[in-house]
């Protein structure tokens, strides 16, 4: 049996003494076996000399993190390519692994989370058949370092520690470090951890470093504070005057009267299309995490405070970001109360017999009192027949929600910082806009030198650097690279403010006849469409569903138009295929593929609609695209329409783009708001994207915003460097409740004292002062502020 199964697997040992690009050479050479032949004989994915090139940069380079073009393998190529190299005895590769520190025998893959199945799918497919009798461990689930039997390192008996592989998001990462039992087994042993992270930009995100897992218990609001709370919810909402007099009655009417003006701006804040509400988490349950495919009894538990949430929020609340803030849950529960009553019909069913005379008499005389309290009308009937009605109901409903809103006990956060400052780490991106961290190994040797850089930046270009145009287009063609030909057309959305406000399907349609209507379109008059992919990266369609947009598709091009949408699961990132006609929906698998191209031949691309979800923007990767421009010599999408509208922020659009893996021969359009007069005016169409004033505009803002970072990942670098001092993964709030502190009035003697903690403990400390130091020089030099660089 030995003889036959031996032969399955590739002994990556035999080539311990290989000088490293010999090593990789005979990685990609084997890395083709695992792929399938297409039709014209070939291998799916030949790694080339470019990937070659790229993988030997990030072992070797002195960069912990590596800049790669959008669609160039990073995750089915590159990753299990370090995966392989982790898991050989090449001894070469492993003194560069070791990035300065201890030889490392466990390897951590951090990805967003919506690309975990995919990276766990690829490790699982390039890993599990290496070194024949070789023991080692991949895992899905790095809450396994729970169980007593799995160990970091060489177990009792064992002469040398087996490797050990953990695929896992960034989040269930950072949450693996609040347990106490996990970090007891990873502190000792970190020097000999490796983390990978894929889309590092992402993980590094200002809006997104920080994970908080925390204890709650009941609220002890009083029935007058339960009062005020709607009071002021109401106001905001229906845009009445701050009921000044009516808070002359609390302890603290300041914190009322501030409360109103910040629901007023958080009002005007989700009018934005991209901070709208997605009233599909109104209430947590199964249905409605069906998103999150692990641990869900253990999301809902932790998602019990929390009764609604912004569209673009992480799994958890963050301290200290805009996602974190309770009186902002406070708030979106009024709205979704008063935009989507039908959320609660379940709820008021069970609590309607606790509507008692008094509150009847007062707020909802207009109903029948028996038939209310004892009827099974349900609550969005009644609220559609009587709407009159509807704000006393919503009061009904809101106290007791409120009621049972849960407050934070104890709480304990991770941030990303932590991570970088604790663990060797290596990574890589499409994106390479980065705030500049020191590595694990330059706090290990307690360095005060200037921080190495941890990415290249010779593309980025500040605003204060004031570049000709020619400069400014060179920079940018170094960050294109293989994408050197992008054309794009910068469209107006202005006309979404409106369209908005009848329906997102009505959104969608405009676009689709603006798209027919442009006379550059050279199918016009063909039953061809125009474009065949959709983007949605601002989540404009984000309460329309799958079946929504294929009727509209049918009804706006006919059914000898498309005949499939292409769209992604939402609870497995799956790749799907909903027909047109029959509306069976089944996995776009590589034998539904080839059924297609034997069907449709080169007009395929003219039979599939593509729609990306703005969950899947960063790094999904759209399949068979360069199969199909290998075989036919066409892109798979014809033209990608990206629906930017209020993102400010150009990587994001980039990695939009992104999903056509064939930018040079898709066109785009860029349908962004408040374009400046002067940037649109006798637009002529298509242009090369490095030429467009807006281009420029939005690349330098990102550049400058990018360095800048925010308060919240400012004092999170600050939490981290205190972390680092107390020989800490995570970091235990002192202030657990800000909005009870300030109810109360007992926020400013608290945020005094963990001022002075924290000055103490890390500005009096040598290592993380200095650290400290070249983070702000580091930032204030790319300051578009003349006077601050």
Known sequence: YD???????FDLNQHANLPLRGFIDVLCENFTRYQRFTEDGQYQIVPTEKQKQFLERIICGEESFHFSEVGTGKTKVIMPLLCQTFLSSNIEAHRYLARGGKQKDTLVILVPEHLVPDARHQVFKHCLNLNFRQEYRVYDDIFALLHPQVHLGANNGESKPKKQIFVVSFNQFKKALTYDKICQKVRPHREHILVIADEVDDFLDRDKLVFNICSNKANTFAPTTLELYFETSCAAYHRKECPRELFQSSPNPAYWIDLYEKFDAIYNEIQDASKSLNKSFGIFNEQTLRHCTSSIS????????????????????????????????????????????????????????????????????????????????????????????????????????????????????????????????????G???????????????????????????SFYAYTSEELSQDEFENRFSQFQGQNSDVKVEYVSSDFMQESLKIGEMETLKEIFTREQENPKAESRKTTKAPFNAIVDLCGIFKLSTIEDVRSLVLEHFGPGCFHYIYHIDQSDGSDRMLCIKSKNDVTFDEEFYRDLC??????????IFFFVDNRNYIGKDVPYQLIYQRHFKLPLFVKSVVIAHDVEDFSKIWQAMGRSRTMNDTTFSIYKSNIPADMIKGNNGLGDIKTLPLTRLLYTKNCDCKMAGNLSSIYQTLIAL?????????????????????????????????????????LGTPVPARILEHIFLDKFRGSPNKAVA
């Open 3 to 9: 003889r036959i199964f031996e032969k399955q697997f």
């Open 298 to 429: 253990h999301d809902i538990e932790g998602y019990k405070a929390l009764i609604a949430r912004p569209y673009e929020s992480v799994n958890r609340a963050m301290p200290g970001s805009y996602y974190s803030d309770v009186e902002r849950t406070i708030f979106l529960t009024f709205v979704i109360l008063s935009e989507d009553i039908a959320k609660y019909d379940e709820l008021f069913q069970g609590e309607r017999k606790f509507i008692t005379f008094e509150y009847w008499r007062e707020y909802l005389t207009e109903l029948d009192y028996d038939e209310l309290v004892y009827g099974h009308n349900r609550l969005s009937e009644i609220a559609e027949n009587y709407p009159n009605a509807s704000l006393g109901l919503i009061r009904f409903l809101y106290i007791i929600i409120l009621k049972r809103m849960e407050i934070r006990d104890r709480s304990r956060s991770v941030n990303s910082v932590d991570i970088i400052f604790n663990f060797d780490c290596i990574g890589f991106t």
């Open 431 to 457: 994106t390479p806009f980065l705030d500049n961290y020191p590595t694990s190994d330059y706090i290990r040797h307690q360095r005060e030198d200037d921080i190495p850089p941890s990415i290249d930046r």
């Open 598 to 607: 034997k069907r449709y031949g080169a007009d395929l691309r003219h039979k």
């Open 722 to 762: 205190y972390n680092l001092s107390q020989d800490s993964f995570y970091y235990s709030d002192d202030i657990v409740n800000s909005f009870i502190e300030k109810m109360e009035m007992t926020i400013q003697t608290k945020v005094k004292m963990l001022e002075d903690k924290i000055a103490r403990v890390v």
